[in-house]
């Protein structure tokens, strides 16, 4: 079992920064793959960004420029630096690994609001 919690989140106006936390605990020798996903009311969940074990990233094309993921494995954390904020980024945001097994493990959320 992987236990992951997000911080971070927080009310900020658009063209802001936020920097997204993710600590993950268990099992973590089996920690392969890990990603930020949001959502949006209303909305279907969406991949964010990803990042591998060996630090190969991915993004949405909607924040490409403006997001960076990084992950520390010695720390077993990942961040998401958001900069550049739009109200459109609006979501609940959620940490997400999976392991060795391609078992799926999700955080609780934290919630980005941002205003116009």
């Known amino acids: 079992q992987v236990q992951l919690v997000e911080s971070g989140g927080g009310l900020v106006q658009a063209g802001g920064s936020l920097r997204l936390s993710c600590a993950a605990s268990g099992m973590l020798f089996s920690i392969r793959d890990m990603g930020w996903y949001r959502q949006a009311p209303g909305k279907q969940r969406e991949l964010v960004a990803g990042?591998?074990?060996?630090?190969?990233?991915n993004y949405a094309d909607s924040v490409k420029g403006r997001f960076t993921i990084s992950r520390d494995n010695a720390k077993n954390m990942v961040y998401l630096q958001m900069n550049s904020l739009k109200p459109e980024d609006t979501a609940v945001y959620f940490c997400?690994?999976?392991?060795?097994?391609?078992?799926?493990?999700w955080g609780q959320g934290t919630q980005v609001t941002v205003s116009s």
């Open positions: 990042i591998t074990w060996g630090g190969t990233t």
């Open positions: 997400n690994a999976n392991d060795k097994w391609l078992v799926d493990y």
